[in-house]
C-alpha cells in the first residue's frame, strides 16, 4: 500500500479543517490491495484506490498500515504501475482533470496554471500537455522554472506574491483563454483580470490559506462574459465518474502518454520529513509515501 500526501492534510494537521475533531489518522487518499472485505465485487487481492470521502477527516485515513475504509469509496484499477507511481495520481489527476473538464479546455486554447508546481498543478499540466494546448505556469520559485518546461509548460510567469497580470501579458498581450488558480481566495480577482475576452477561471485550489475572496464584487470583478467555476473533490465517489476517469488516467500513464508527477517518495517511518517537504514548498509535484512494496 502507499499514498500520496496533500497540502489538505498540513492544513488538518495545523487544526484548519473546521469539520475534524482529534485524534484523527491523516490520510484522504491511498492505494492498495483489499486484505479482507464484506463486498463480493471487491475480493482479497483487488488493487484499489481511495480518495475523500471523508478519509482522514471524519473518519481514519491512509497514513497507516491498513485502512478500514467504506467499499462504495473504493474504485478497482487494472494496472501493472508500480505502487509508488499509482499512488501519485488518484487526487491529483482526479483534480486537475475535474477542474480541466470545468474550463472546457480545449485545443487551440492558451491556459495559464497558478501554483503550477504543486502536485494538482503538475498533473492538470501533464492533461494539457497531451491536448494540444498552449501552457503558462506560475510559479515563486525561480529555481523550478527549467523543471516546469520539462513537463511541458512553453512559458513560465514568476508569482512575486501578488499580481501576475503584467507577467501573463507579457506571454499573451490579449491574456489567457482558461486559467487554473489553485492559490485561490486572494488570487481569484487577479486571475480574472488576466483573462482574454470570454474566458474562465477555475479556482480549485485554496494554497493562499484564505478560503473566501475578500471584497468580491462579481458585477466589477468578472469581466463581462467570463465565467468563475471551481472543482470540488468531494463529487469523486458519486455516479461512478471517478473509477472510469482514474483507470483512463493510469492507462495513460503506462503509455507514456500522460507523466508521473511524483516528487519524491519516503518510507512510512519518514512521515514527518515528508510533510516537512511539502511545508517548506520544496516538492515540485507528488510526494508518496510507501507502506508496504508488494
Ligand atoms: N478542489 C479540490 O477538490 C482539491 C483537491 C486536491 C487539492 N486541492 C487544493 O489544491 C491546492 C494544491 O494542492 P496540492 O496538494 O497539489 O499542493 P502542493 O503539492 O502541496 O503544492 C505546493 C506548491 O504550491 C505553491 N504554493 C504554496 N503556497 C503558495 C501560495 N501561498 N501562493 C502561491 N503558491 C503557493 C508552492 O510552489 P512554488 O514554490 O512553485 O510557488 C508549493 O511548492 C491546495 O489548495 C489543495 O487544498 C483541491
Redesign the pocket.
Known sequence: MAFGL???ELFTRCGMSPTVNFPRVLGIECVGVVENSLDPALPEGTVVAAAMGGMGRQFDGSYAEFALLPTTQLMSVRTNLPWTDLAALP??YL?AYGSLEALRLRPGHRFLIR?A?????MAALSLAAAMDVEVACT???PS?AESLRRHGADHVVL?HGGSIGEGVREVWPDGADRVLD???GVTVIDSLRALAPGGSVCN?????GTWVIPQFEPLEDIPSGATLTT????AINTGGWAQRVLQDIVERVETGNYRSVIDQVFPLKELAAAHRR?ET?Q?LGKVVAVVHHS
Open positions: 496533500n497540502r489538505s487526487e491529483s483534480t501554483a508546481s504543486s502536485s494538482v498543478g510559479t515563486r520559485t523550478k508569482d489553485l492559490v485561490g480549485s485550489g485554496i494554497l493562499s472543482f470540488s473533490s468531494s511539502m514548498n516538492a
